[in-house]
Protein backbone atom coordinates (compact mmCIF):
# COMPACT_ATOMS: atom_id res chain seq x y z
CA UNK A 1 0.00 0.00 0.00
CA UNK A 2 1.54 3.28 -1.06
CA UNK A 3 1.01 6.39 1.77
CA UNK A 4 0.78 8.94 -0.50
CA UNK A 5 -2.55 7.91 -1.78
CA UNK A 6 -3.63 7.42 2.26
CA UNK A 7 -2.49 10.89 3.18
CA UNK A 8 -4.50 12.17 0.04
CA UNK A 9 -7.34 10.79 1.37
CA UNK A 10 -7.00 12.12 4.79
CA UNK A 11 -6.62 15.43 3.09
CA UNK A 12 -9.76 14.98 1.14
CA UNK A 13 -11.95 14.37 4.20
CA UNK A 14 -11.40 17.29 6.22
CA UNK A 15 -12.62 19.36 3.16
CA UNK A 16 -15.41 17.24 3.24
CA UNK A 17 -18.15 20.49 4.93
CA UNK A 18 -21.38 17.95 6.09
CA UNK A 19 -20.26 17.03 9.22
CA UNK A 20 -22.34 13.63 9.40
CA UNK A 21 -20.82 12.99 6.09
CA UNK A 22 -17.32 13.53 6.96
CA UNK A 23 -18.01 11.35 10.23
CA UNK A 24 -18.78 8.28 8.21
CA UNK A 25 -15.83 9.26 5.60
CA UNK A 26 -13.70 9.31 8.91
CA UNK A 27 -15.08 5.59 10.22
CA UNK A 28 -14.15 4.05 6.85
CA UNK A 29 -11.03 5.52 6.17
CA UNK A 30 -9.51 4.34 10.03
CA UNK A 31 -11.33 1.27 9.51
CA UNK A 32 -9.21 0.44 5.85
CA UNK A 33 -6.03 1.98 7.17
CA UNK A 34 -6.36 -0.40 10.38
CA UNK A 35 -5.92 -3.26 8.62
CA UNK A 36 -3.82 -2.35 5.71
CA UNK A 37 -0.26 -3.68 5.13
CA UNK A 38 2.22 -0.73 5.57
CA UNK A 39 5.40 -0.82 3.16
CA UNK A 40 7.94 -2.08 4.54
CA UNK A 41 10.33 1.26 4.09
CA UNK A 42 9.10 4.62 4.94
CA UNK A 43 10.47 8.41 4.91
CA UNK A 44 7.57 10.47 5.86
CA UNK A 45 10.20 13.77 5.14
CA UNK A 46 11.06 12.41 1.61
CA UNK A 47 7.58 10.63 0.80
CA UNK A 48 5.27 12.66 1.61
CA UNK A 49 6.69 16.49 3.08
CA UNK A 50 8.66 16.80 -0.27
CA UNK A 51 7.54 14.21 -3.26
CA UNK A 52 3.80 15.42 -1.89
CA UNK A 53 3.43 18.79 -0.46
CA UNK A 54 6.94 20.28 -1.91
CA UNK A 55 5.83 19.25 -5.28
CA UNK A 56 1.87 20.00 -5.09
CA UNK A 57 2.23 23.32 -2.27
CA UNK A 58 5.70 24.42 -2.61
CA UNK A 59 4.94 28.58 -2.69
CA UNK A 60 2.50 27.78 0.11
CA UNK A 61 3.46 28.85 3.25
CA UNK A 62 4.44 25.62 5.58
CA UNK A 63 5.49 27.92 8.76
CA UNK A 64 5.08 31.39 9.85
CA UNK A 65 7.06 32.39 13.18
CA UNK A 66 6.90 35.46 15.28
CA UNK A 67 8.88 36.68 18.00
CA UNK A 68 6.09 37.86 20.66
CA UNK A 69 8.42 40.13 22.11
CA UNK A 70 9.97 42.12 19.35
CA UNK A 71 7.19 41.47 16.28
CA UNK A 72 10.35 40.05 14.39
CA UNK A 73 8.85 37.85 11.87
CA UNK A 74 9.86 34.78 9.49
CA UNK A 75 8.23 33.05 7.18
CA UNK A 76 8.86 29.80 5.18
CA UNK A 77 7.26 27.86 2.18
CA UNK A 78 7.37 24.25 2.15
CA UNK A 79 9.81 24.39 -0.29
CA UNK A 80 11.57 26.36 1.95
CA UNK A 81 11.17 24.70 4.69
CA UNK A 82 12.48 21.56 3.55
CA UNK A 83 15.64 22.76 1.86
CA UNK A 84 16.72 23.69 5.25
CA UNK A 85 15.67 20.47 6.41
CA UNK A 86 17.95 19.20 3.97
CA UNK A 87 21.07 21.96 4.86
CA UNK A 88 21.12 20.69 8.44
CA UNK A 89 20.94 16.94 7.07
CA UNK A 90 24.09 17.93 4.88
CA UNK A 91 25.80 18.96 7.61
CA UNK A 92 25.71 16.38 10.26
CA UNK A 93 26.73 13.91 7.70
CA UNK A 94 29.70 15.68 7.02
CA UNK A 95 30.64 15.02 11.05
CA UNK A 96 30.34 11.24 10.06
CA UNK A 97 26.42 11.39 11.80
CA UNK A 98 24.48 8.33 10.25
CA UNK A 99 21.21 7.08 10.27
CA UNK A 100 20.47 5.53 14.03
CA UNK A 101 22.32 8.03 15.52
CA UNK A 102 21.21 10.61 18.56
CA UNK A 103 19.76 13.50 17.31
CA UNK A 104 19.34 15.88 21.42
CA UNK A 105 17.24 19.23 20.28
CA UNK A 106 17.18 21.78 22.82
CA UNK A 107 15.85 24.77 21.13
CA UNK A 108 13.04 27.17 22.06
CA UNK A 109 10.23 28.10 19.59
CA UNK A 110 12.41 28.93 16.12
CA UNK A 111 12.22 28.07 12.81
CA UNK A 112 15.11 26.36 13.59
CA UNK A 113 13.62 23.79 15.32
CA UNK A 114 11.31 22.96 12.48
CA UNK A 115 14.65 22.77 10.14
CA UNK A 116 16.62 20.53 12.89
CA UNK A 117 13.22 17.88 13.29
CA UNK A 118 12.73 17.49 9.28
CA UNK A 119 16.44 16.74 9.41
CA UNK A 120 16.12 14.07 11.31
CA UNK A 121 13.32 12.61 10.02
CA UNK A 122 14.94 12.25 7.08
CA UNK A 123 18.32 11.26 7.80
CA UNK A 124 17.08 8.20 9.78
CA UNK A 125 18.08 9.86 13.28
CA UNK A 126 16.71 9.60 16.00
CA UNK A 127 15.18 12.86 17.89
CA UNK A 128 15.57 13.52 20.97
CA UNK A 129 13.31 16.54 21.82
CA UNK A 130 14.52 18.16 25.07
CA UNK A 131 13.05 21.21 26.96
CA UNK A 132 14.98 24.34 27.36
CA UNK A 133 13.65 24.41 31.07
CA UNK A 134 15.92 21.19 32.02
CA UNK A 135 18.59 21.84 34.66
CA UNK A 136 22.23 20.47 34.05
CA UNK A 137 21.38 18.12 36.62
CA UNK A 138 18.29 16.37 34.20
CA UNK A 139 20.39 17.14 31.20
CA UNK A 140 23.27 14.91 32.90
CA UNK A 141 20.54 11.99 33.21
CA UNK A 142 19.58 11.99 29.55
CA UNK A 143 22.84 11.92 28.16
CA UNK A 144 23.88 9.10 30.65
CA UNK A 145 20.65 7.05 29.47
CA UNK A 146 21.43 8.05 25.97
CA UNK A 147 24.37 9.64 24.62
CA UNK A 148 23.84 12.06 21.86
CA UNK A 149 25.65 12.05 18.49
CA UNK A 150 24.24 15.49 17.56
CA UNK A 151 23.12 18.21 19.75
CA UNK A 152 21.91 21.62 18.45
CA UNK A 153 20.92 24.02 21.10
CA UNK A 154 20.34 27.79 22.11
CA UNK A 155 23.00 29.57 23.43
CA UNK A 156 21.39 30.37 27.01
CA UNK A 157 21.52 26.43 27.47
CA UNK A 158 25.25 25.72 26.39
CA UNK A 159 27.44 25.63 29.64
CA UNK A 160 24.76 23.48 31.07
CA UNK A 161 24.97 20.62 27.89
CA UNK A 162 28.91 21.13 28.37
CA UNK A 163 28.73 20.74 32.01
CA UNK A 164 26.83 17.72 31.48
CA UNK A 165 28.75 16.07 28.64
CA UNK A 166 31.75 16.18 31.13
CA UNK A 167 29.97 14.87 33.65
CA UNK A 168 29.22 11.89 31.86
CA UNK A 169 32.61 11.55 29.51
CA UNK A 170 30.71 12.10 26.45
CA UNK A 171 31.58 13.76 23.34
CA UNK A 172 29.25 14.50 20.23
CA UNK A 173 30.13 14.07 16.59
CA UNK A 174 28.51 17.57 16.27
CA UNK A 175 27.85 20.15 18.41
CA UNK A 176 25.77 23.17 17.16
CA UNK A 177 24.31 26.71 18.50
CA UNK A 178 21.94 28.72 18.08
CA UNK A 179 24.06 31.78 18.26
CA UNK A 180 28.20 31.56 19.22
CA UNK A 181 29.85 29.67 21.85
CA UNK A 182 33.67 28.48 21.90
CA UNK A 183 33.80 24.73 21.14
CA UNK A 184 30.20 24.67 19.40
CA UNK A 185 29.50 25.61 15.35
CA UNK A 186 27.12 28.54 15.01
CA UNK A 187 24.07 27.49 13.06
CA UNK A 188 24.82 30.16 10.27
CA UNK A 189 27.50 27.57 9.08
CA UNK A 190 24.67 25.54 7.49
CA UNK A 191 23.42 27.88 5.75
CA UNK A 192 26.35 27.36 2.80
CA UNK A 193 25.22 23.60 2.80
CA UNK A 194 23.33 22.33 -0.21
CA UNK A 195 19.74 22.21 -0.17
CA UNK A 196 19.03 19.09 -1.89
CA UNK A 197 19.77 15.77 0.31
CA UNK A 198 19.45 12.02 -0.05
CA UNK A 199 16.61 10.53 2.38
CA UNK A 200 18.28 7.56 4.49
CA UNK A 201 16.25 4.55 3.66
CA UNK A 202 14.11 4.15 7.04
CA UNK A 203 12.04 0.69 7.64
CA UNK A 204 8.83 1.24 8.85
CA UNK A 205 9.45 0.53 12.60
CA UNK A 206 12.67 1.88 12.63
CA UNK A 207 12.74 4.23 15.94
CA UNK A 208 12.85 7.07 14.78
CA UNK A 209 11.77 9.37 17.95
CA UNK A 210 12.75 9.09 21.94
CA UNK A 211 10.62 11.18 24.05
CA UNK A 212 11.87 10.94 28.08
CA UNK A 213 8.54 11.03 29.75
CA UNK A 214 7.54 10.77 33.92
CA UNK A 215 7.40 7.30 35.41
CA UNK A 216 5.71 6.67 39.03
CA UNK A 217 8.42 4.88 40.83
CA UNK A 218 11.74 5.90 38.82
CA UNK A 219 13.16 8.33 36.40
CA UNK A 220 11.89 9.42 33.15
CA UNK A 221 11.36 6.40 30.58
CA UNK A 222 12.46 6.92 27.22
CA UNK A 223 9.27 6.29 24.72
CA UNK A 224 10.55 5.07 21.64
CA UNK A 225 8.14 5.64 18.32
CA UNK A 226 8.96 4.78 15.25
CA UNK A 227 9.05 5.85 11.50
CA UNK A 228 5.23 5.41 11.16
CA UNK A 229 3.59 5.71 14.61
CA UNK A 230 3.98 9.47 14.69
CA UNK A 231 4.16 10.05 10.95
CA UNK A 232 0.99 7.97 10.16
CA UNK A 233 -0.28 7.62 13.60
CA UNK A 234 -1.11 11.12 13.92
CA UNK A 235 -3.63 11.13 10.97
CA UNK A 236 -5.92 10.45 14.41
CA UNK A 237 -5.03 14.55 15.17
CA UNK A 238 -5.09 15.50 12.44
CA UNK A 239 -8.78 14.33 11.52
CA UNK A 240 -9.65 15.24 15.37
CA UNK A 241 -8.59 18.52 15.25
CA UNK A 242 -10.28 19.01 11.42
CA UNK A 243 -7.13 20.97 9.52
CA UNK A 244 -7.50 21.39 6.18
CA UNK A 245 -4.62 22.21 3.47
CA UNK A 246 -4.29 25.67 3.45
CA UNK A 247 -5.41 26.20 6.73
CA UNK A 248 -3.64 28.08 9.51
CA UNK A 249 -2.89 26.04 12.94
CA UNK A 250 -1.48 26.99 16.17
CA UNK A 251 -0.44 25.30 19.02
CA UNK A 252 0.52 26.81 22.41
CA UNK A 253 3.35 24.41 23.23
CA UNK A 254 6.82 24.51 23.77
CA UNK A 255 9.61 22.13 22.06
CA UNK A 256 10.90 19.37 23.67
CA UNK A 257 7.38 17.98 24.35
CA UNK A 258 5.27 15.18 23.01
CA UNK A 259 2.76 17.91 22.26
CA UNK A 260 4.39 19.86 20.17
CA UNK A 261 5.35 16.98 17.31
CA UNK A 262 1.69 16.46 18.10
CA UNK A 263 0.23 19.82 17.19
CA UNK A 264 3.04 22.38 15.68
CA UNK A 265 4.56 19.40 13.18
CA UNK A 266 2.55 16.27 12.44
CA UNK A 267 -1.26 17.34 12.38
CA UNK A 268 -0.22 20.67 10.26
CA UNK A 269 2.39 19.31 7.87
CA UNK A 270 0.43 15.83 7.09
CA UNK A 271 -2.48 17.69 5.37
CA UNK A 272 -0.79 20.52 4.07
CA UNK A 273 -1.57 23.37 6.13
CA UNK A 274 0.44 26.10 7.87
CA UNK A 275 1.64 25.41 11.21
CA UNK A 276 2.31 29.08 13.36
CA UNK A 277 5.46 29.46 16.39
CA UNK A 278 5.02 32.06 18.68
CA UNK A 279 8.18 32.39 20.76
CA UNK A 280 7.75 34.09 23.98
CA UNK A 281 9.44 33.63 27.27
CA UNK A 282 6.68 34.91 29.89
CA UNK A 283 2.86 34.83 28.59
CA UNK A 284 1.26 37.45 27.72
CA UNK A 285 -1.98 36.77 27.06
CA UNK A 286 -3.12 39.74 25.20
CA UNK A 287 0.16 39.79 22.98
CA UNK A 288 -1.04 36.08 22.34
CA UNK A 289 -4.41 36.76 21.29
CA UNK A 290 -3.21 39.87 18.99
CA UNK A 291 -1.04 37.75 17.61
CA UNK A 292 -3.76 34.86 16.51
CA UNK A 293 -5.80 37.40 15.28
CA UNK A 294 -3.01 38.73 12.84
CA UNK A 295 -2.19 35.98 11.50
CA UNK A 296 -5.60 35.03 11.12
CA UNK A 297 -5.32 31.22 12.65
CA UNK A 298 -8.03 28.97 11.73
CA UNK A 299 -7.15 26.31 14.34
CA UNK A 300 -6.46 26.64 17.84
CA UNK A 301 -4.74 24.44 20.47
CA UNK A 302 -4.02 25.65 24.13
CA UNK A 303 -3.99 23.61 27.38
CA UNK A 304 -7.06 24.31 30.18
CA UNK A 305 -4.75 27.24 31.90
CA UNK A 306 -3.90 29.37 29.03
CA UNK A 307 -7.83 28.68 27.94
CA UNK A 308 -8.29 29.97 31.65
CA UNK A 309 -6.29 33.41 31.26
CA UNK A 310 -7.52 34.12 27.64
CA UNK A 311 -11.13 34.30 28.68
CA UNK A 312 -9.92 36.93 31.83
CA UNK A 313 -9.51 39.19 28.82
CA UNK A 314 -11.81 41.25 26.43
CA UNK A 315 -12.39 39.40 23.93
CA UNK A 316 -14.24 41.54 21.61
CA UNK A 317 -10.67 43.39 21.22
CA UNK A 318 -9.39 40.63 19.01
CA UNK A 319 -10.45 39.66 15.29
CA UNK A 320 -11.03 36.06 15.35
CA UNK A 321 -13.53 35.96 12.07
CA UNK A 322 -10.67 33.34 10.34
CA UNK A 323 -11.12 31.06 13.09
CA UNK A 324 -12.80 27.53 12.96
CA UNK A 325 -11.23 25.08 15.15
CA UNK A 326 -10.40 25.53 18.67
CA UNK A 327 -8.95 22.48 20.95
CA UNK A 328 -8.00 22.18 24.44
CA UNK A 329 -5.83 18.96 25.72
CA UNK A 330 -4.79 18.41 29.53
CA UNK A 331 -8.48 18.03 31.84
CA UNK A 332 -11.64 19.10 31.46
CA UNK A 333 -12.42 22.64 31.15
CA UNK A 334 -15.33 24.65 32.81
CA UNK A 335 -18.62 25.23 31.19
CA UNK A 336 -17.87 29.04 32.00
CA UNK A 337 -14.35 29.11 29.89
CA UNK A 338 -16.11 27.45 27.07
CA UNK A 339 -19.38 29.40 27.12
CA UNK A 340 -17.13 33.08 26.86
CA UNK A 341 -14.88 31.64 24.40
CA UNK A 342 -17.35 30.50 21.94
CA UNK A 343 -19.50 34.26 22.42
CA UNK A 344 -16.49 35.84 21.41
CA UNK A 345 -15.01 33.08 18.70
CA UNK A 346 -18.18 31.48 17.25
CA UNK A 347 -16.51 27.75 17.97
CA UNK A 348 -16.33 25.48 20.55
CA UNK A 349 -13.19 24.69 22.37
CA UNK A 350 -13.18 20.63 21.69
CA UNK A 351 -11.17 18.65 24.28
CA UNK A 352 -9.13 15.64 23.09
CA UNK A 353 -6.90 13.05 24.75
CA UNK A 354 -3.76 11.11 24.27
CA UNK A 355 0.04 10.36 25.80
CA UNK A 356 3.69 10.04 24.52
CA UNK A 357 3.05 6.80 24.04
CA UNK A 358 0.31 7.57 21.83
CA UNK A 359 -1.16 9.88 18.97
CA UNK A 360 -5.03 11.16 19.80
CA UNK A 361 -6.99 8.11 21.41
CA UNK A 362 -9.97 9.97 22.41
CA UNK A 363 -11.61 13.47 21.17
CA UNK A 364 -14.63 15.81 20.35
CA UNK A 365 -13.82 15.88 16.60
CA UNK A 366 -15.58 18.38 14.42
CA UNK A 367 -18.77 16.90 13.92
CA UNK A 368 -18.92 16.68 17.92
CA UNK A 369 -19.91 20.74 17.78
CA UNK A 370 -22.74 21.39 18.84
CA UNK A 371 -23.22 17.71 20.51
CA UNK A 372 -20.69 18.33 22.67
CA UNK A 373 -21.12 17.36 26.85
CA UNK A 374 -19.30 19.67 29.00
CA UNK A 375 -16.56 17.79 30.79
CA UNK A 376 -16.34 14.88 28.20
CA UNK A 377 -13.69 14.43 26.03
CA UNK A 378 -15.58 12.48 23.76
CA UNK A 379 -15.44 8.95 22.11
CA UNK A 380 -12.55 7.04 20.86
CA UNK A 381 -10.90 7.48 17.78
CA UNK A 382 -11.18 4.86 15.07
CA UNK A 383 -7.77 4.15 14.76
CA UNK A 384 -7.53 2.65 18.35
CA UNK A 385 -9.42 -0.55 20.07
CA UNK A 386 -10.28 1.55 23.16
CA UNK A 387 -11.95 -0.24 26.04
CA UNK A 388 -12.37 -0.08 30.07
CA UNK A 389 -11.08 -2.60 31.97
CA UNK A 390 -11.53 -3.51 36.07
CA UNK A 391 -8.45 -4.01 38.10
CA UNK A 392 -7.88 -7.30 36.76
CA UNK A 393 -8.41 -6.62 33.39
CA UNK A 394 -11.84 -7.74 32.61
CA UNK A 395 -13.63 -5.49 30.08
CA UNK A 396 -16.27 -3.11 31.76
CA UNK A 397 -19.62 -2.79 29.60
CA UNK A 398 -21.69 -1.21 31.90
CA UNK A 399 -21.88 3.08 32.13
CA UNK A 400 -21.16 5.40 34.73
CA UNK A 401 -18.21 2.71 35.85
CA UNK A 402 -15.09 3.61 36.60
CA UNK A 403 -11.87 1.38 34.86
CA UNK A 404 -8.53 1.74 33.21
CA UNK A 405 -8.64 3.00 30.00
CA UNK A 406 -6.80 0.26 27.59
CA UNK A 407 -5.73 -0.17 23.96
CA UNK A 408 -7.01 -4.00 22.71
CA UNK A 409 -4.22 -5.24 20.31
CA UNK A 410 -5.65 -8.67 18.86
CA UNK A 411 -8.36 -6.92 16.71
CA UNK A 412 -5.12 -4.35 15.56
CA UNK A 413 -2.42 -2.82 16.36
CA UNK A 414 -3.22 1.08 16.48
CA UNK A 415 -0.66 2.73 14.11
CA UNK A 416 -0.17 5.67 16.42
CA UNK A 417 0.67 3.23 19.47
CA UNK A 418 4.67 3.58 20.87
CA UNK A 419 6.65 0.31 20.53
CA UNK A 420 8.52 0.29 23.75
CA UNK A 421 10.81 1.66 26.43
CA UNK A 422 14.32 2.21 25.04
CA UNK A 423 16.36 -0.12 26.50
CA UNK A 424 13.51 -0.84 29.44
CA UNK A 425 12.06 -4.59 28.51
CA UNK A 426 10.70 -4.42 32.64
CA UNK A 427 8.38 -1.03 31.84
CA UNK A 428 7.56 -1.96 28.22
CA UNK A 429 5.94 -5.94 29.48
CA UNK A 430 4.09 -3.76 32.54
CA UNK A 431 2.50 -1.52 30.05
CA UNK A 432 1.69 -4.24 27.54
CA UNK A 433 -0.35 -7.37 29.02
CA UNK A 434 -2.83 -9.76 27.69
CA UNK A 435 -2.82 -8.40 24.23
CA UNK A 436 -3.64 -4.96 25.70
CA UNK A 437 -1.50 -1.66 26.33
CA UNK A 438 -2.79 -0.18 29.99
CA UNK A 439 -2.46 4.03 29.86
CA UNK A 440 -2.45 4.34 33.61
CA UNK A 441 -5.11 6.79 32.92
CA UNK A 442 -8.68 5.95 34.30
CA UNK A 443 -12.42 7.00 33.22
CA UNK A 444 -16.18 6.39 32.19
CA UNK A 445 -18.41 6.36 29.71
CA UNK A 446 -22.37 7.08 30.16
CA UNK A 447 -24.88 5.51 28.29
CA UNK A 448 -25.03 7.56 25.40
CA UNK A 449 -21.32 6.44 25.01
CA UNK A 450 -19.26 10.16 25.81
CA UNK A 451 -16.29 9.36 27.76
CA UNK A 452 -15.56 11.06 30.98
CA UNK A 453 -11.59 11.33 32.65
CA UNK A 454 -11.13 10.26 36.45
CA UNK A 455 -7.69 10.81 36.32
CA UNK A 456 -4.76 9.06 36.62
CA UNK A 457 -4.11 5.24 37.87
CA UNK A 458 -0.76 5.81 38.83
CA UNK A 459 0.83 8.60 40.96
CA UNK A 460 1.77 10.81 38.16
CA UNK A 461 0.86 14.35 38.91
CA UNK A 462 -0.96 16.34 36.33
CA UNK A 463 -0.04 19.95 36.62
CA UNK A 464 -1.31 22.18 33.56
CA UNK A 465 -0.20 20.51 30.70
CA UNK A 466 2.84 18.46 32.62
CA UNK A 467 3.11 15.49 33.65
CA UNK A 468 5.07 14.80 36.85
CA UNK A 469 7.05 11.90 38.48
CA UNK A 470 6.93 12.21 42.35
CA UNK A 471 9.87 10.01 42.27
CA UNK A 472 11.81 12.78 40.64
CA UNK A 473 11.00 15.77 42.82
CA UNK A 474 11.39 13.27 45.79
CA UNK A 475 15.10 12.33 44.72
CA UNK A 476 15.79 16.03 44.57
CA UNK A 477 14.43 16.78 47.96
CA UNK A 478 16.61 13.97 50.01
CA UNK A 479 19.67 15.38 48.50
CA UNK A 480 19.32 18.34 50.77
CA UNK A 481 20.86 17.79 54.26
CA UNK A 482 17.50 18.79 56.49
CA UNK A 483 15.73 16.02 55.13
CA UNK A 484 15.38 12.61 55.95
CA UNK A 485 12.31 11.67 53.82
CA UNK A 486 10.19 12.78 51.34
CA UNK A 487 6.44 12.10 49.78
CA UNK A 488 5.10 14.06 46.67
CA UNK A 489 1.70 14.01 45.34
CA UNK A 490 -0.67 16.14 43.60
CA UNK A 491 -2.46 18.31 45.79
CA UNK A 492 -6.07 19.67 43.81
CA UNK A 493 -5.95 22.89 42.16
CA UNK A 494 -8.83 24.94 40.31
CA UNK A 495 -6.51 26.37 37.84
CA UNK A 496 -3.57 23.83 37.34
CA UNK A 497 -5.69 20.86 38.13
CA UNK A 498 -2.82 19.67 40.68
CA UNK A 499 0.20 21.06 42.11
CA UNK A 500 3.38 19.65 43.26
CA UNK A 501 2.77 18.72 47.03
CA UNK A 502 5.87 17.40 49.17
CA UNK A 503 5.28 16.16 52.11
CA UNK A 504 8.71 16.44 54.33
CA UNK A 505 10.27 14.57 57.33
CA UNK A 506 13.20 16.12 58.84
CA UNK A 507 16.43 14.41 59.89
CA UNK A 508 17.47 15.33 63.61
CA UNK A 509 18.83 18.41 64.22
CA UNK A 510 16.07 20.35 62.27
CA UNK A 511 12.72 21.92 62.90
CA UNK A 512 10.18 23.02 60.93
CA UNK A 513 10.07 26.63 59.55
CA UNK A 514 9.38 29.00 56.86
CA UNK A 515 13.02 29.91 56.35
CA UNK A 516 13.91 26.08 56.06
CA UNK A 517 10.68 26.02 53.47
CA UNK A 518 12.21 29.18 51.43
CA UNK A 519 15.59 26.80 51.34
CA UNK A 520 13.96 23.60 50.16
CA UNK A 521 12.18 25.58 47.62
CA UNK A 522 15.34 27.43 46.07
CA UNK A 523 17.22 23.87 46.70
CA UNK A 524 14.69 22.59 44.11
CA UNK A 525 14.46 25.12 41.77
CA UNK A 526 18.24 24.81 41.41
CA UNK A 527 17.61 20.80 40.68
CA UNK A 528 14.14 20.54 38.69
CA UNK A 529 13.02 21.66 35.70
CA UNK A 530 9.84 25.04 36.25
CA UNK A 531 7.17 22.49 35.97
CA UNK A 532 8.23 19.97 38.53
CA UNK A 533 9.35 22.34 41.51
CA UNK A 534 6.80 21.87 44.60
CA UNK A 535 4.67 24.52 45.41
CA UNK A 536 3.41 23.40 48.58
CA UNK A 537 5.45 21.86 51.33
CA UNK A 538 4.71 19.68 54.63
CA UNK A 539 6.49 19.09 57.24
CA UNK A 540 5.34 16.05 59.18
CA UNK A 541 6.87 13.47 61.50
CA UNK A 542 5.36 10.73 59.08
CA UNK A 543 4.20 9.39 56.65
CA UNK A 544 1.50 6.09 55.45
CA UNK A 545 3.15 3.45 54.68
CA UNK A 546 2.22 -0.27 53.95
CA UNK A 547 3.80 -3.20 56.11
CA UNK A 548 6.22 -3.56 53.76
CA UNK A 549 7.11 0.29 53.90
CA UNK A 550 6.14 1.73 50.71
CA UNK A 551 4.33 4.76 51.00
CA UNK A 552 1.00 5.50 50.68
CA UNK A 553 0.62 7.94 48.48
CA UNK A 554 -3.10 7.15 47.69
CA UNK A 555 -3.71 8.08 51.44
CA UNK A 556 -1.86 11.33 51.10
CA UNK A 557 -3.90 12.61 48.09
CA UNK A 558 -6.94 11.59 49.83
CA UNK A 559 -5.86 13.83 52.77
CA UNK A 560 -5.16 16.30 50.45
CA UNK A 561 -8.65 16.02 48.68
CA UNK A 562 -10.44 16.37 51.70
CA UNK A 563 -8.14 19.21 53.17
CA UNK A 564 -8.88 21.34 50.34
CA UNK A 565 -12.53 20.78 50.35
CA UNK A 566 -12.54 22.53 53.55
CA UNK A 567 -9.88 24.68 52.21
CA UNK A 568 -7.68 23.98 56.02
CA UNK A 569 -3.90 24.76 55.81
CA UNK A 570 -1.74 22.17 58.26
CA UNK A 571 0.39 23.95 61.30
CA UNK A 572 3.29 23.31 59.15
CA UNK A 573 2.56 24.17 55.46
CA UNK A 574 4.23 26.63 53.31
CA UNK A 575 3.25 28.20 49.49
CA UNK A 576 5.46 28.93 47.01
CA UNK A 577 3.54 31.63 46.74
CA UNK A 578 4.24 33.49 49.97
CA UNK A 579 7.82 33.72 48.92
CA UNK A 580 7.93 37.06 46.66
CA UNK A 581 11.83 36.30 46.83
CA UNK A 582 11.40 33.06 45.05
CA UNK A 583 9.61 35.13 42.02
CA UNK A 584 12.49 35.95 39.97
CA UNK A 585 14.22 32.23 40.57
CA UNK A 586 12.10 29.83 38.56
CA UNK A 587 13.09 29.70 34.33
Excluded at 13 to 37: G, P, Y
Excluded at 116 to 124: E, P, T, V
Excluded at 319 to 346: H, R
Excluded at 366 to 372: C, I, L, Q
Aim: charged share 25%; with cysteine; proline share 5%.
Amino acid sequence: MGLESVYREAMALNTIEDMAQRESAAKAFFEKLNRSELPAQFNWASEIFEELHVRERGDQWALIWTDLATDAERRYTYRELAANGNRFLNFVRKNDVVAGNNLYMLTPIVPETWFASFAGIKGGLVSVPTATTMTEREIRFRFEAYPPDVIVAFEGLTDLVDAALEQVNCAPKAKIVLGTKDGWVPYDQIEAESAEAQPAEVGKDDILFCFFTSGTTGLPKRVGHSATSYPVGHLSTALVQGLAPGDVHHNLSAPGWAKWAWSSFFAPFNLGATATGFNFTALDTDKYLAAIAKYKVNSFCAPPTAWRAFVGLDLSRYDFSAMKYSLSAGEPLNPEVIDQWQQATATEIRDFYGQTESTCMIGNPPWMEGRMRFGSFGYPSPMYDVILTDDDGREVTEPDVTGHIVIRLNNWRALGLFHAYIDDPDKTRGAFRNDMYFTGDKASFDADGYWWFVGRSDDVIKSSDYRVGPFEVESALVEHPSVMEAAVVGSPDPQRYQLVKAYVILANGYAPSKALALELFQHTIEALAKFKIPRIIEFVEELPKTISGKIRRVELRETEEKKKQGQAVAAHEYFYHQFPELSSKTR
